[in-house]
């Protein structure tokens, strides 16, 4: 099976390349499986119901969140009413959602989806690592390939996490930091890890936002409302290939850049 992770979708700009690359994407390299982390697609910051409907119009087949899926109310509904939309699975118990599903594809591949959300320099929400390897051992029950999306600030959080389930699952993928990391590599246990998959969206903003509001925040302290920002756009994402048996063989970064000026 190949799987193409697709990092984290930011505003309308990284909608219009995932819908225009997807296609080729899955053509090139056989990929049966697309999942995307979602939770900046809709503005920059949250999702919408109408925003994973265009998501899954244009190939991708389930959806991750972190800590900024909570930023539409109308995603709380969302949430409950699509199993293809998760949030991370160590929020505390009676919150909107999910965390783990397994997602099944056009073409009939299945799989195990799990989102967890880190705690360093993050919320310090239920423990990752307890919740990680419990629905990690539920979702092997039904299928044997699980990928696991860990929204997290630090990298030695992720890396960690990566080692902890080595062997558990089928792939650690980090998002959240929008920069793609170049440490992909196979795990002893046959687990494929990346820190970070990095971002799809604005590439010459700060991590997909225009620099311009950005910087004042960082120049003033004061609360400043970001937008969006112009400019070329890329795509980040990485290819993990596994076996039958769940476990990864390959994983290849993805960067696609495009000159056109979306906004």
Known sequence: MKILFIGDVTGKPGRKILADRLPGLRRSHGVDV???NGEN??????LTAGVAAELFAAGVDGLTGGN???QNREAYDLLDADPRVLRP????????????AVITAPGGARLGVLNLQGRVFMSHIDDPFRAGREQAEALRAQVPVVVVDIHAEATSEKVAMGW?????VSAVIGTHTHVQTADERILPGGT????DVGMT??????IGMAREGILERFLT??????EVAPGPVQLNGVIVTVAGDGRAIAIERVQIVTEAHAH
């Open 192 to 195: 494929a890890y990346i820190t």
């Open 41 to 46: 697609a809709a503005g920059g910051m949250g």
């Open 221 to 226: 302290q004061l609360p400043i409302r970001f």
């Open 68 to 70: 900024h899926i909570w």
């Open 164 to 168: 902890y389930l080595d062997g558990r």
């Open 89 to 100: 699975a160590n929020y505390p118990p009676g919150v909107p959602g999910r965390g783990a």
């Open 34 to 36: 697309v999942i995307a």
């Open 201 to 206: 969206g604005p590439r010459d903003g700060i």
